[in-house]
T-cell receptor, first 111, second 115 residues
Framework: GQNIDQPTEMTATEGAIVQINCTYQ??????LFWYQQHAGEAPTFLSY????GLEEKGRFSSFLSRSKGYSYLLLKELQMKDSASYLC????????????FGAGTTVTVRA | GAVVSQHPSWVICKSGTSVKIECRSL??????MFWYRQFPKQSLMLMAT?????????EQGVEKDKFLINHASLTLSTLTVTSAHPEDSSFYIC???????????FGPGTRLLVL
């Protein structure tokens, strides 16, 4: 099965940078997803990493190291609207489409 | 692109009634869709995997006769909560897998309140 670990909470100031780490253990690997979920809303897709390295999308970047079972989501130039829960997810088995989610990291951005 | 819709967004019903929730992929085809449930301040819980043209696969502990899933086309899956009870009140969210990019996109969710 999957064992996905991410910090429970993080707090940062507007304009700062936050790095949310995620470690996982999986039998077979078929990519890692990051989602953002605002309170009371459904998750929205942020990124999908299949290969090692950093992928940048505007203020958000995601990094993957398959050999270390490690990923991080980097949020730059934080804005108040970035206050949300950030979910790390991996498919439950290789070639299986079901996602196993981490418990989520609640990021609070303060003025 | 990659938009998933759900309808209705809110539903309030009496105990014992059935409620149908629709999930549509608007600009892509989805052989596989998923149904989740989320209680306040808890993680997403996968209920079932919906496969177009075949029976859904339910997670352990989820009653297939209570949560009926139909995936009749490549863009539509429905979840029917039969004989709903107050404990079924929750936030139901669907997702659809974009076959081309392998990414799952979520619908906006449906809040169900059973009185």
């Amino acid at each position: 099965g999957q064992n996905i670990d991410q910090p429970t909470e993080m707090t940062a100031t507007e304009g700062a940078i936050v790095q949310i780490n995620c470690t996982y253990q999986t039998s077979g690997f078929n990519g890692l997803f990051w989602y953002q979920q605002h309170a009371g809303e459904a998750p929205t897709f942020l990124s999908y990493n299949v290969l090692d390295g950093l992928e940048e999308k505007g203020r958000f970047s995601s990094f993957l190291s398959r050999s270390k079972g490690y990923s991080y989501l980097l949020l730059k130039e934080l804005q108040m609207k970035d206050s949300a829960s950030y979910l790390c997810a991996v498919p439950t088995r290789s070639n299986d489409y079901k996602l196993s989610f981490g418990a989520g990291t609640t990021v609070t951005v303060r003025a | 692109g990659a938009v998933v819709s759900q309808h209705p967004s809110w539903v309030i019903c009496k105990s014992g009634t059935s409620v149908k929730i629709e999930c549509r992929s608007l600009d892509f085809q989805a052989t596989t869709m998923f149904w989740y449930r989320q209680f306040p301040k808890q993680s997403l819980m996968l209920m079932a995997t919906s496969n177009e043209g075949s029976k859904a696969t339910y997670e352990q502990g989820v009653e297939k006769d209570k949560f009926l899933i139909n995936h009749a086309s490549l863009t539509l899956s429905t979840l029917t909560v039969t004989s709903a009870h107050p404990e079924d009140s929750s936030f139901y969210i669907c997702s659809a897998r974009d076959e081309l990019y392998g990414t799952q996109y979520f619908g906006p969710g449906t809040r169900l309140l059973v009185l």
